[in-house]
Structure formats: C-alpha cells, structure tokens
C-alpha cells in the first residue's frame, strides 16, 4: 500500500480502536481488521473497492458487545487477489479466516454482493457459522439489476472519477447530502481510497468478476437447504436492491426480517445507530 492510500484508510480509521493483522490464507495475504471482545462477530463487507474499512462507522459500537472481525475479501481492500473468486474459493478462504482467527462458529454479516455469494456458501456448510445476517443480498430472490445502477456501475468502471463516484453513491444511498454532513471528514475518506481502489487493476479484475455471479438469483433448492439459522437485514428504501427481494425470501423461507427505516443499500453508514439497533433486534429475536 503507498504512503497516500495507507494515508486514506487510516483516515477511514481514525478514532476506531481496531487492530490490523495480516494474514497468510492458503496463500492469499489477507488483511484483516479486529476488536472487542465477547461473542464472535464476522462482518463481511459487499463488493466494494475499499473493502472492509467500510464498516468503520459502526465497528467501535459493536465491539461493545462483541470480538468484531472485518476481513478484507481477496481482491478487495488490501487482501491480496485470487483467480476466481467463486463460491468454494471462498469457501475455502473463509473457512482459513477462521481457522487463523480461531474463530468457533461466530455470527456472520454480509452485506451485497458477498451476502449472495456466502449463502451459496453456508448451503453447502451449514456448520461454518453459528447465524447468518444476509444484509442486502441480491442473490436471495428474483433479482434484475435496475438500468440506472448498471449505468452508474459501468461509468464509475470505466472512470472512477468523483463525478462518477458521486453518482453512483447518489443512487446507492437514500440521500447523499445528509450522510456526508454525518462525517464529512470520513466520507471524504472514504470516497478517495474507494476511487484509488477502483483504478487498481486486480481491484477492478475482482470487481468485475464477482458482479454476474453474486447477482444471479440463487435457486430456491440451495437456499432451502440453509440451515443455519438465517435473518435478514435491509434498508426501506434500497434502490440498488429493492425490499422486495428480501420480503421474497423471508415468505419463501421463514428467515425474519428487520427493516432500517431512513435508509437505502448500506444502512450502517446511512443511519449506524439504526443499523445497531437492528441487528440488537435480530439477535435478541434469536435469543426468544
């Protein structure tokens, strides 16, 4: 990572008591970051050039109650790539996570497009996490990509200007004004290493190679074949993929939904109090 880019991220970081630890994984350096303590907590991050520093506005409230864990998925962040980023390569990935981190069936949140790709996963390993959070997900329900998100995504591809990145986010959150002003700093932040990221080819390689896949509706055979406990976990005005998915699936297979009211595709940085509060509720729900 140069010195700019480090510069970046650790601004995305500031004021987060996270520690980072770089790990062999079968071979892929993979970044990861920790903190707290208590009952294990995977938080993956979507498909996102900037990787798991994304979840920065809510790790230090979680770590309250929980050992939060933010890995960088390969080829994403600053984890280093793999040739095909499909479901057993993560599989196997994931599972090395864990291993490493000695991590004993923990929660797992995933949020987009690594929400889709996890439940191919979980299908086939019910027995790698104790309960699933699908955050987003497109892959759980009959899923088309809306033209104004292909347009922006290809745009922001070809050209990770701001005025592209500004686009994209414009669609991609209820409302861009008001969660810049939340933490301009941050955001700024934010913005920059993203567009960094996305200029980076084996960035840009990964990027391209997990959208078809992780936005394929998954057959209802392999997800009723989930039995780890599942719940959902979406945004009331996600433009990028509608409700109506995650309703789709919570009637098909009985997995509980929470709502974020005030947000669209990336809750915990849009409304972060509302996201605890959501994921309290799914937990407290599993606990009854």
């Known amino acids: 990572m140069a010195a700019g880019d480090e510069a970046l991220r650790a601004q995305m970081l500031a004021g987060v008591a996270v520690t980072e630890r770089r790990l062999d994984v079968g071979g892929v350096a ?45 080829g994403l962040g600053e984890s280093a790539p793999v040739e095909r980023l499909d479901a057993d390569t993560f ?5 090395g996570v864990l291993t490493q981190m000695k991590l004993d069936r923990p929660t797992l949140v995933a949020h987009s497009l690594l929400g889709s790709l996890v439940a191919r996963c979980v299908a086939q390993h019910n027995d790698a996490v104790d309960n699933m959070v699908v955050y987003a997900a497109p892959g759980v329900g009959p899923y088309r990509m809306p033209m104004g998100l292909r347009y ?17 986010e414009r669609f991609a959150l209820l409302d861009l004004d ?5 933490d301009p ?34 057959p209802g055979e392999t997800l009723a074949a989930i039995t780890t406990p599942t719940t959902l976990l979406w945004g009331r005005h996600d433009r990028m993929v509608p409700l109506h998915i995650a309703q789709h699936a ?32 799914l937990e407290e729900g599993r606990r009854d």
């Open 91 to 95: 599989a196997a990935w994931f599972g």
């Open 250 to 281: 919570a009637a098909a297979f009985g997995w509980p939904l929470q709502i974020v009211e005030g947000a669209a595709h990336v809750p915990h940085v849009e409304q972060p109090e509302a996201f605890i509060r959501a994921l309290s509720n």
């Open 152 to 168: 922006a995504a290809i745009r922001f591809a070809i050209r990770p200007t701001a005025q592209n990145a500004e686009r994209f």
């Open 30 to 74: 993979t970044t990861v970051l920790e903190a707290g303590e208590g009952p294990a907590l995977v938080l993956l991050h979507g498909g996102i050039e900037c990787g798991g520093a994304y979840w920065a506005p809510v790790i230090s409230r979680l770590a309250d109650r929980h050992h939060v864990v933010v890995p960088d998925v390969p």
């Open 185 to 218: 700093q941050w955001f700024a932040a934010f913005q920059a290493y993203t567009r960094h990221q996305a200029a980076v080819p084996h960035v840009k390689r990964t990027m391209r190679r997990l959208i078809g896949p992780a936005t394929k509706p998954i």
């Open 178 to 182: 008001e969660t810049r002003a939340l």
